[in-house]
């Protein structure tokens, strides 16, 4: 086995070996992320004028998208889910045209399910991997520029066509030579000039999105100049692929800490990382939501499950880093049953105060503990600091007093969805980057579910990953957040009455709530 799989959750036998104390490009790695952090507030600073003629172009191209449907639509007479499709066509075009920024935007919209339109989210899926490719010239000079070498100095052998291009970078396969055979590898390569443009094109989204508030009839898009800084700090980190070769490091450890030995990490090359390229090990595997090769390989889909559920919640909420872009394109299933975890680019990273807060969360909600959910939102900066805690959950009817989507008509369904709205932004609520990775996170876990197990039991699984988390962390537990074994017991009364089921039911399935959630979707368009 290799030495660095003492500390990293990597492959058995890697093309290399990982040494901390000998890797150049991780010399002063937390001073440059705090110097790109610190960029994002002036970025997103309200100014009086618009900051250069990109605004023109931006506000243009969604003002026409916009413009046209309405025309196509009232000509067409089309309406409801055909209606929401065109829209979203012409936005993805749009999007697609202003380049990498709302690109990139476009793929967080595309892992939404749930938050965003579906229509949205599947027209959006189509800028994850399916983005016009630079061309090679443009390639090999950026490639060539950062390493200080040709091509064919440091790569046996390089791919000229990309194996997927996407908002900032493309990756190729490539071979180097180790040890005189020739070791495949994934080359991930920035487009020129991306960092200018993203700041660029922030700036000018920031100065148009206070002009967005309240005219935007998606409740996701709400708050747009909050969305926009949210946007912001992950997108600026995304820029210097050194950052993202130490996200992989440090994930990597944390899943080993954890014993987290389902999961496998790439390892970033020692030498061939730089600003704008990222030598990477190759992993072999298949998508994970291949049901039919799982049972080829006597894989339980379960344990694929579970593996995701519980690698994910508790990198959060022990060590307070977690991948933060978790989505089908990123993951795959190797043949011994790991899952490979790719992409680095994005990663949530807590504070302290940040981890315990979720940790919170999360046992709050398993114990029927309705205030410690409030609280434990309000300490990840979702609410502010002197909010009135109980006029919240009243307002928002968490005391269990709220009215049941499934007897409400459509007119008193849309009131409501209004109204809640109209209260969380009166309390000023926004929402942190690592709250929106979370929740973005755990809409993509539910997907996962609904693939593979959509007649999981719910409310078991829930029970077991919560005593699971009390059984395996009970001295942390009891130190961040009081809670002790002998003292926790499972109360999921609130969830149950989230998913509108009568509190004495036992047994809950995926397959059930997706049921009562299309139901509700119905009566609410005014189908039923």
């Excluded at 006029?391 to 009817?397: D, F, H, Q, R, S």
């Amino acid at each position: 086995m290799s030495p660095d799989c003492e500390f990293g959750a990597f492959t058995e036998s890697g093309p290399w070996t990982i040494d901390l104390d000998d890797l150049p490009w991780r010399s002063g790695a937390e001073e440059l992320r705090e110097r790109i952090r610190a960029v994002v507030p002036d970025l997103t600073r309200r100014r009086l004028l618009p900051p250069g003629r990109r605004v023109v172009n931006i506000a243009g191209r969604f003002v026409w998208s916009v413009l046209g449907w309405k025309v196509a639509k009232r000509r067409q007479g089309f309406d409801g889910s055909e209606s929401k499709h065109d829209l979203s066509v012409r936005l993805r075009e749009s999007s697609e045209a202003l380049g990498t920024t709302f690109i990139k935007l476009g793929q967080i919209i595309s892992s939404g399910e749930g938050v965003f339109p579906p229509e949205l989210v599947t027209e959006f899926r189509k800028c994850r991997d399916q983005v016009p490719a630079e061309p090679w010239s443009v390639v090999q000079r950026t490639v060539e520029e950062d390493l200080g070498r040709t091509i064919d100095e440091v790569f046996h052998s390089f791919d000229r066509t990309p194996l997927a291009a996407a908002s900032i970078a493309q990756v190729h396969r490539a071979e180097i030579m180790i040890d005189g055979e020739p070791t495949e590898v994934v080359v991930k390569v920035q487009r020129p000039n991306v960092t200018q443009l993203v700041h660029g094109d922030i700036a000018a989204t920031a100065w148009l999105a206070p002009f967005l508030v309240g005219r935007i009839p998606v409740a996701a898009l709400a708050n747009p100049p909050a969305l926009v800084e949210v946007f912001a700090q992950s997108i600026v980190e995304e820029l210097d692929f050194r950052l993202e070769a130490e996200n992989m490091l440090d994930v990597a450890r944390s899943l080993k800490q954890l014993d987290q030995n389902g999961y496998v990490v790439p390892r970033p090359h020692p030498r061939l990382v730089t600003r704008r390229v990222l030598v990477m090990e190759r992993l072999d595997g298949f998508q994970f939501d291949d049901v039919e090769r799982l049972e080829a390989e006597e894989i339980d889909p379960h344990d694929i499950v579970r593996t995701g559920m519980v690698g994910f919640l508790e990198g959060a909420m022990v060590n307070g880093i977690f991948h933060g872009d978790l989505h089908g394109g990123n993951l795959f299933v190797r043949p011994d049953g790991r899952t490979a975890l790719l992409d680095y680019g994005i990663v949530g990273r807590l504070t302290e105060p940040k981890r315990v807060a979720f940790l919170k969360m999360m046992m709050a909600a398993t114990s029927n503990n309705v205030r410690g959910q409030v609280e434990a939102i309000r300490d990840l900066g979702a609410l502010p600091e002197d909010v009135d805690i109980d006029k919240v959950i009243v307002e928002l009817g968490l005391d269990g007093n709220g009215p049941d989507p499934m007897e409400m008509s459509q007119e008193e369904l849309v009131h409501e969805v209004n109204r809640l709205v109209k209260a969380m932004l009166g309390y000023g609520a926004r929402m942190p980057r690592e709250l929106m990775l979370f929740a973005k996170n755990l809409v993509f876990l539910e997907g996962m579910i609904a693939t593979l197990t959509p007649d999981l039991d719910l409310f078991a699984e829930v029970s077991h990953i919560a005593m699971w988390f009390v059984r395996r962390h009970g001295n942390q537990l009891a130190a961040d957040i009081g809670i002790k074994t002998d003292d926790y017991g499972i109360d999921l009364t609130a969830l149950k009455g989230q998913f509108g089921v009568d509190p004495a039911t036992d047994e809950f399935t995926y397959r059930e709530l997706q049921e009562r959630r299309e139901t509700i979707a119905r009566r609410f368009a005014g189908r039923e």
